[in-house]
């Protein structure tokens, strides 16, 4: 069958390699499977029930739940009707919910559970949707989606092949508003020529022949990124199993044993900190053999084969160290791919000598999201590059560096937004990416910068903040960096310190800990950073480096508001809250 409408990959799969294991998830304490004919019987029965209520095509209907099987088989169900899905994150504002469900203007609401309906109830006083809410979790003040299924278990499911028949492939999806890091979300039009030009291209770019493969899915299905993945699982064979949740990645990765999943680079650099920490832990030989390993890891270079004596140490620290990395993450990991924001080359290096490959992806909402894929061998990979382009994806270099695309993949514009879609294309109707970039040996792609975040100092010099703080991040002592200066002499630096490893280190050297707030006031802790400082600066020109930094003791969260959903900073946010700090940088 030819597959050009997003619900096709589930009927790909039926027709070429059932699962009985299709999509998996944690429930009451042991993984329930759900078998792909389990998966359209459920989906069929979702999209009757929701004719029954009178819904048609066109119609919006919004989705606010974490990870989990109703959240696919709602959006399957929708989008066999026609009817737009509408994502929204579970840990946004009611602000964020109403403004969201008044612009799209939606009908009725899939959500999960007692908090985030408390949420939608305040979000949506006085609209109409209010009387249609429905939940994932079975609570008392609130209808179950069940409910709508049952509507549609008597109906005869052959209605929905001539309705499945009217869908075209470049017709209106879904709508998936942006995190806002620039100001009010705007939904993103993505059609289903968009997306599945995307699944396709990406599944060619695995070039996986074994469709027994499991995935641990735990990046929001509601942003793009794991959305377009669940499609490419789906087409390809692979089955979906669920996280139980962000706190139980560990053990859900050692009782699903999976082969691959996708994830966001501040995760990695999170798993490399334990790594790390672990490793300082160590005594006498052990240690010893942990740094040697490090030492040699960061030595490694991307290619088919190793110089002999440097492939014989590389055996040995895998048996020593690296095996044990692996099986930490399940012990059967092909690749994993980090998407989102860019990752430390640094980390590249390591995790690939560590024999677990770590394939970056380029993309954003509006390009469905890939743009670029670093394929899952050294020929095809560069470090510090984000791949090679994605087939049917093209990508030219404007004069000032920016990164612009066309392809199948390209948005259709924003909703209810006609200025600004027109505002995102070239006169040649190239979209504009807003990163800046190149093309490494004609052939892959390296990003260097997002264009709206360069600014100048006083001195008229540019300054690229995502390469400094990149670099800064190496550091242990450093969670979260955002580099200012815009108009200023000089650059400087807001700095949230890791305070799990702050906390080690002065046990280490006989410090008391006396509470975070108190510790970044420390004389000693803050020559420490200062010795981080000189330490990162050196390979930036005088003007980049960086003069003078300010330790914060609240951490940067979503919920706080200074992190979008993807953990990328909101720097405006950021800014506006330590407007204060900011002046006492420059102040003479």
């Known amino acids: 069958m030819q597959v050009t409408r997003l619900?096709?990959?589930?009927?790909?799969?039926?027709?070429h390699f059932p699962k009985e294991d299709a999509i998996v998830a944690k429930e009451d304490g042991g993984w329930r499977k759900y078998s792909t004919p389990t998966i359209i019987g459920i989906v069929n029965q979702l999209s009757l029930g929701l004719l029954q209520l009178g819904f048609t095509k066109g119609d919006k209907i919004g989705i606010v739940s974490h990870n989990r099987p109703e959240w696919l088989f709602a959006d399957i169900a929708l989008s066999q009707l026609g009817i737009i899905s509408v994502p929204m994150y579970p840990n946004a504002t009611a602000a964020d919910y109403r403004f969201i469900i008044e612009d799209a203007d939606v009908k009725l609401i899939f959500l999960e559970n007692r908090e985030i309906l408390h949420k939608i109830h305040e979000a949506t006083q006085g609209l109409d949707v209010m009387q249609n809410l429905y939940t994932f979790d079975d609570l008392e003040e609130a209808e179950h989606w069940s409910k709508i299924k049952a509507l549609g278990e008597n109906q005869d499911a052959t209605t929905l092949a001539s309705q499945r028949e009217t869908i075209q492939e470049d017709e209106l999806?879904?709508?998936?508003?942006?995190?806002?890091?620039?100001?009010?979300?705007?939904g993103v039009m993505l059609s289903?020529?968009?997306?599945?030009?995307?699944?396709?291209?990406?599944?060619?770019?695995?070039?996986?022949?074994?469709?027994?493969y499991r995935a641990l899915s735990f990046l929001p299905l509601c942003h793009?990124?794991?959305?377009?993945?669940?499609?490419?699982?789906?087409?390809?064979?692979?089955s979906i199993y669920f996280a139980e949740s962000m706190d139980t990645i560990v053990q859900d990765m050692n009782e699903v044993r999976p082969h691959l999943f996708s994830t966001v680079p501040r995760l990695l650099e999170k798993v490399y900190d334990k790594i790390m920490t672990k490793g300082y832990e160590l005594k006498g030989v052990k240690r010893n053999i942990f740094f040697w390993a490090m030492k040699l890891a960061q030595r490694y270079e991307i290619r088919e084969s190793q110089p002999f004596w440097y492939g014989l140490q590389l055996q040995i620290a895998d048996k020593l160290v690296f095996s044990k990395w692996r099986a930490a993450l399940g012990g059967n990991i092909k690749f994993i791919v980090s998407g989102a924001a860019a990752l430390q080359p640094r980390l590249t290096q390591i995790f690939w000598a560590a024999g677990i490959r770590v394939?970056?992806?380029?993309?954003?909402?509006?390009?469905?999201?890939?743009?670029?894929?670093?394929?899952?061998?050294?020929n095809d990979?560069?470090?510090?590059?984000?791949?090679?382009?994605?087939?049917?994806?093209?990508?030219?270099?404007?004069?000032?560096?920016?990164?612009?695309?066309?392809?199948?993949?390209?948005?259709?514009?924003?909703?209810?937004?006609?200025?600004?879609?027109?505002?995102?294309f070239d006169e040649e109707g190239w979209f504009r990416t807003g990163d800046i970039g190149e093309m490494v040996e004609e052939r892959f792609l390296k990003i260097t910068d997002r264009k709206k975040e360069i600014f100048k100092t006083s001195g008229g010099k540019y300054i690229a903040p995502q390469?400094?703080?990149?670099?800064?991040?190496?550091?242990?002592?450093?969670?979260?960096?955002?580099?200012?200066?815009?108009g200023e002499k000089f650059p400087a630096a807001f700095i949230v310190p890791s305070f799990e490893y702050l906390e080690k280190w002065c046990t280490s050297h006989d410090i008391p800990y006396t509470g975070d707030e108190e510790m970044i006031q420390n004389e000693k802790i803050l020559n420490r950073f200062d010795s981080e400082r000189v330490k990162y600066n050196k390979g930036f020109a005088r003007y980049e480096q960086i003069k003078k930094f300010k330790l914060l003791h609240l951490p940067w969260t979503i919920d706080s508001g200074e992190l979008t959903p993807t953990l990328k900073l909101r720097r405006k946010v950021i800014l506006e809250k330590y407007k204060q700090q900011l002046a006492e940088f420059y102040r003479e």
């Open 192 to 212: 289903h020529k968009n997306i599945i030009s995307n699944t396709l291209s990406v599944a060619a770019a695995f070039k996986l022949a074994n469709n027994q």
């Open 381 to 424: 990979a560069r470090i510090g590059c984000v791949g090679p382009l994605l087939q049917g994806v093209r990508v030219k270099i404007a004069e000032d560096g920016e990164i612009l695309v066309k392809g199948d993949n390209v948005m259709m514009g924003y909703y209810n937004r006609p200025e600004q879609s027109r505002d995102v």
């Open 224 to 238: 793009i990124f794991e959305r377009t993945a669940s499609n490419v699982y789906f087409f390809i064979g692979i």
């Open 467 to 486: 390469v400094l703080e990149n670099t800064f991040k190496e550091s242990m002592f450093i969670e979260y960096i955002m580099v200012v200066g815009e």
């Open 359 to 378: 394939t970056e992806a380029y993309g954003m909402t509006e390009t469905s999201p890939g743009i670029s894929f670093t394929l899952n061998n050294p």
């Open 7 to 15: 619900f096709d990959t589930l009927y790909y799969q039926a027709e």
């Open 173 to 186: 999806a879904t709508l998936i508003y942006t995190s806002g890091t620039t100001g009010r979300p705007k």
